[in-house]
T-cell receptor, first 114, second 112 residues
Framework: EAGVTQFPSHSVIEKGQTVTLRCDPI?????LYWYRRVMGKEIKFLLH????????ESGMPNNRFLAERTGGTYSTLKVQPAELEDSGVYFC????????????FGSGTRLTVV | DQQVKQNSPSLSVQEGRISILNCDYT??????FLWYKKYPAEGPTFLIS?????DKNEDGRFTVFLNKSAKHLSLHIVPSQPGDSAVYFC???????????FGTGTRLTVIP
């Protein structure tokens, strides 16, 4: 089966601009997660979808971040307007069942805000 | 604030020797612990896990030890191979949770 696909793999934008990251989960995986790793720090949970519903968005840093999963398939994470501290690697993961087992991570999107 | 800590950012080991990666946690509610391995430009991949009802779990060359009283776990790789060179992340979760708390990672280099 195809893995979790994220694009773009890299994005460099100026402070104040908007960026949209996309994640295509493994087909049939109802659970979709976004995580972020800021340079040298830990990988931090952002939010969790079950199908198209946001199950937990407690990790979203502020209202400049908007995640959607229309139709319960792919998901987008929009940052608007981007700030310097938003730079990092954004990982998406999907799983067939809930819980922390069976995560498959994508290779991530490296976002650089200059 | 950080609930899972990996205090060694890097570790170098000779091929064939043992690699020991350490992880500490602060949240006593954590009862599942996982290790992920990450190669450059790839996402983390699951390596091995342990539940708090056990103190050891073994899978081939990889063994994870859990010391609940010390809130400490370690990953042992023996013998280490050059292909094991990667960043290793420790992660933890509570029963019923859907998210993981990760450490900052330890970069392991296995020298041929």
């Amino acid at each position: 089966e195809a893995g979790v696909t994220q694009f773009p793999s890299h994005s460099v934008i100026e402070k104040g601009q908007t960026v949209t990251l996309r994640c295509d989960p493994i087909s049939g995986h109802d659970n979709l997660y976004w995580y972020r790793r800021v340079m040298g720090k830990e990988i931090k949970f952002l939010l969790h979808f079950v199908k198209e519903s946001k199950q937990d968005e407690s990790g979203m840093p502020n209202n400049r971040f908007l995640a959607e999963r229309t139709g319960g398939t792919y998901s987008t994470l929009k940052v608007q307007p981007a700030e310097l501290e938003d730079s990092g690697v954004y990982f998406c993961a999907s799983s067939r069942v809930g819980g922390v087992w069976g995560y498959t991570f994508g290779s991530g999107t490296r976002l650089t805000v200059v | 604030d950080q609930q899972v800590k990996q205090n060694s950012p890097s570790l170098s080991v000779q091929e064939g020797r043992i690699s020991i990666l350490n992880c500490d946690y602060t949240n006593s509610m954590f009862d599942y612990f996982l290790w992920y391995k990450k190669y450059p430009a790839e996402g983390p991949t699951f390596l091995i896990s342990i539940s708090s009802i056990k103190d050891k779990n073994e899978d081939g060359r990889f063994t994870v030890f859990l010391n609940k009283s010390a809130k400490h776990l370690s990953l042992h790789i023996v013998p280490s191979q050059p292909g094991d060179s990667a960043v290793y992340f420790c992660a933890a979760s509570e029963t019923g949770a859907n998210n993981l708390f990760f450490g900052t990672g330890t970069r392991l280099t296995v020298i041929p």
